[in-house]
């Protein structure tokens, strides 16, 4: 069927091994290595634009790093590519462990097909964390600069299709507000933007208000909400009742069109998804939230060496002299979950709950400020550490009120950098004078 509706004669399938990515040993890096060589072996085209591909969940990371090591912008092999629920940035189901995610797929009595328990790789699982250092990196290679540039017109022309609906019955347990069961539709869009704040030793001195800069990742990918589809059902696979065979032919009818863009369609074709994306949002707040708009803010926060500071708070407020009712408001409702990276504690998810971020927005007066408290705070008690950027009013990240809507954005995951420097008092090293009786 997909055969005649592309008009083509051949479709070739690249399979590495079944449940690789469940193997303890295996990496990413393992994998991609892999599939170059499967690509190689089975001797598929490696002309530029010469091959289209689907890939499901996981599989976007892995053709991602594939593209990004293997391929500049202009020489990839792969046209048009299809990601159906990618875990780009990652899945909440991930750091919840190997006995979860067997519940929700296989059941209490969970065996693969040879008998042996099953198994979810622990390097895999690494890297598909929340706000997983993998997952940044490879954003930060294949998303910004020149790496960017692999996908848009000209090069690659990628679609993103997610549900927005988790799952029914026992497996349920897994789902989350503005996810597909599997995946958040936010941590699905391979579009994203970074953000950068330096925070300084001595703000009483070079002042409260700390500057930020914007990028918005290089670069055009298109991106779709399918509404009513979970991480299962996104893959064509059920076809039970009419509603459901109505959903898969709206679905294979994106897909179609995903794999037949051209480059001059390629700019109203993300139009035509943005706007179905834009009619799902609710026009107002409302109690489910199951339809709202989310976005996953991975903040890193690192010193001037580099090195991640795991013991961190972040706040946000209005004023620097009225702490309560604004920063309870956004706090309590616009913040819907923080995940720590089990790796490494300076990496963190903030998911934001933008519909009701956008209630809280319109009672702020001029300015939302984001402020940053580390451990250990330079002072008695400690020779080294950090000057506190919370309380007693000396400022932080001021971001102006008509600025909000380019920081928390719906459908989108941002990376966040911030800054700080570490000091050291007079008492971490002394040099002391030899007296002349000592000589």
Known sequence: MLQEKLGIDHISLVSLADYISMEDEVRFDDITTAMEVA???RGLPQRPGSVNAIVHSTGALVIRDWLQRNYGPESAPIKNLVMLAPANFGSPLAHKGRSFIARVYKGFIAKRPEGRPFE????????????????WDLASRDRFGPGGKMYGPGNVLCTVLVGNTGYRGISSIANEKGSDGTVRVSTANMDCARIEASFPANPNV???????????SSGLTAFG????????????SHRRDEKETERDARLFDHIVQALTVTDDEFAAWRQQLAKNNDKLLPTQVTGGGEKHGFQNTIVRVQDQYEVGVPDYLLE??????????????????AIENVHKYSGDQSYRSF?????????????????????????????KRSPVGFTTFAYDGIGGVRIAKDEIGKFFVPHRTVLITLRLE???????????SLKDGDR
Request: glycine share 8%; with cysteine; charged share 30%.
């Open 206 to 216: 070079v002042g409260h208000d700390v500057e930020y800069s914007i990028e918005e």
């Open 120 to 135: 979810t790789g622990t390097h895999i699982l690494k890297g598909l964390e929340l706000a997983s250092p993998y997952t």
């Open 316 to 333: 946000f407020y209005e004023k620097d002299d009225d702490r309560g009712r604004i920063a309870e408001l956004f706090h309590a409702t």
């Open 225 to 236: 909400v399918m509404d009513g589809l979970d991480h299962g059902k996104i893959t064509l």
């Open 422 to 432: 570490r000091q050291q008092s007079d008492r971490t090293f002394r040099l002391s």
């Open 39 to 41: 690509w190689h072996d």
């Open 351 to 379: 998911y934001f709950d933008c519909t009701r971020l956008g209630a809280t927005i319109d009672k702020i007066g001029e300015f939302l400020s984001m402020s940053l408290t580390a451990f250990p705070e330079l002072g």
